[in-house]
């Protein structure tokens, strides 16, 4: 096998273990995907794909990270950089995050900033993107906002630092545990 065939079965390695990252991080089983994609991917392509024995198309990729919710370039590994994508083990239960965690921070419900239109939620849904792809978290449901993008959050809804967990709260984008019995 030449230098570029193990270099190209790497990359493919690769690939697949982004996709099987994000595939976790939105914790949808291989079947939960091929049901809720309608069966435009079958759970055993899919697999094949995370495991690196069958290259995706760029086409197929796009409609992928359509479906995920997530920038294409998100399912690409950086080359010699190491993968930060969440396992299944590592993943933290939505029910033990709290609200507002120490030091300031803010978790809002993705699902709810769907739900909002306008240019307000336009502006914020692209802001909270970007932090996203910036700690490569793709879970689609919630994200806590640190105390270092409270500021740029702030100017985003036209407060203060001190106004922008109350503006939060008012839009309804608080996250609210619900407590399981």
Do not use: C, W
């Not at 290259?55 to 409609?63: C, E």
């Not at 921070?105 to 914020?124: F, R, V």
């Amino acid at each position: 096998m030449s230098d570029n065939e193990n270099n190209s079965d790497e990359y493919s390695k690769s690939v697949g273990e982004r996709l099987r990252a994000i595939r976790r991080q939105k914790r949808l089983s291989l079947q939960e995907v091929e049901a809720n994609s309608s069966q435009e991917f079958k759970a055993s392509v899919l697999g094949a794909y995370e495991r690196g024995e069958r290259a995706i198309s760029v086409p197929r990729l796009r409609k992928l990270a359509m479906f995920y919710n997530v920038p294409v370039d998100q399912l690409l590994p950086i080359e010699g950089a190491p993968d930060f994508g969440v396992e299944v083990d590592d993943a933290i239960d939505l029910r033990d995050r709290p609200t507002r965690a120490r030091g300031g921070s803010i978790t809002i419900d993705l699902t709810k900033l769907e739900k909002l239109s306008g240019p307000e939620a336009d502006m914020l849904s692209r802001y909270l993107t970007m932090i996203q792809v910036q700690r490569q978290d793709f879970n689609g449901r919630v994200l806590t906002i640190r105390r270092d993008d409270l500021q740029a959050l702030a100017a985003i809804l036209g407060t203060g630092i001190e106004g922008a967990a109350p503006r939060i709260d008012a839009l309804g984008l608080t996250f609210v545990p619900q407590v399981v019995q």
